[in-house]
């Protein structure tokens, strides 16, 4: 069974400049939740979808915004990139809506993004 | 806010002992807890996971102990490998929603 995948692994951005992530879960996951991770900042949780409907929402500013599909795909997307959006953007998908069951999120390898 | 703590520290371990990982939480309304370790490269993956109805649960190689009068949470890796060497998480679910609230991770270093 294939994992969760995301694309692009790498990408480099500038400032000002708008940034489009995909995650693939892992076949029959209906849930894809996105986080970003700093260096010294643990994981931060940025938004759940569940059946094409975003069900949670981080902490973030309206420039991080990302949409689900039919297929349980989903993007995020970043507008405006500031330098501070550097990050590794992580996907992670789960058979059932959030945590309150088994807990396991199944992570992708993530984007790394460095804006300049 | 809800936060849970963990210091960023990098932790030593002669191979072959045992390993303890600490975790502080805020927040007493949690109701379940998760440990993930990630390698470098990767992303995170699921070790063991805790609730609040519990005091201490078991693994293969691993044991996750609750002290919820303190809010602590720690994980304990029995003969430590090579293959143990990885950042750390630990993680809380409040219960209010479906996020869970994740600490800033722990190096975990092996020493041959």
């Known amino acids: 069974k294939a994992g969760v995948t995301q694309t692009p692994r790498y990408l480099i951005k500038t400032r000002g400049q708008q940034v489009t992530l995909s995650c693939s879960p892992i076949?029959?996951?209906?849930?894809v939740s996105w986080y970003q991770q700093t260096p010294g900042q643990g994981l931060q949780f940025l938004f759940e979808?569940?059946?094409?409907?975003?069900?949670n929402k981080g902490n973030f500013p309206g420039r991080f915004s990302g949409r689900q599909f039919s297929n349980s795909r989903s993007e995020m997307n970043v507008s405006t990139l500031e330098l501070g959006d550097s990050a590794l953007y992580l996907c992670?998908?789960?058979?059932?809506?959030?945590?309150?069951?088994?807990?396991?999120?199944?992570f992708g390898e993530g984007s790394r993004l460095t804006v300049l | 806010g809800e936060s849970v703590g963990l210091h960023l520290p990098t932790l030593s371990v002669q191979e072959g002992d045992n390993s303890i990982i600490n975790c502080a939480y805020s927040?007493?309304?949690?109701?379940?807890f998760i440990w993930y370790k990630q390698e470098s490269g990767k992303g995170p993956q699921f070790i063991i996971d805790?609730?609040?109805n519990m005091d201490k649960r078991q693994g293969q190689r691993v044991t996750v102990l609750l002290n919820k009068t303190v809010k602590h949470l720690s994980l304990q890796i029995a003969a430590t490998q090579p293959g143990d060497s990885a950042v750390y998480f630990c993680?809380?679910?409040?219960?209010?929603?479906?996020?869970?609230?994740w600490g800033a991770g722990t190096k975990l270093i092996i020493k041959p």
């Open positions: 805790i609730r609040s």
């Open positions: 979808y569940f059946s094409e409907t975003q069900r």
């Open positions: 993680a809380e679910n409040t219960g209010s929603n479906y996020q869970l609230i």
């Open positions: 927040n007493s309304a949690s109701d379940y």
């Open positions: 076949s029959g996951h209906r849930s």
């Open positions: 992670a998908s789960s058979p059932v809506r959030g945590v309150t069951n088994t807990g396991e999120l199944f």
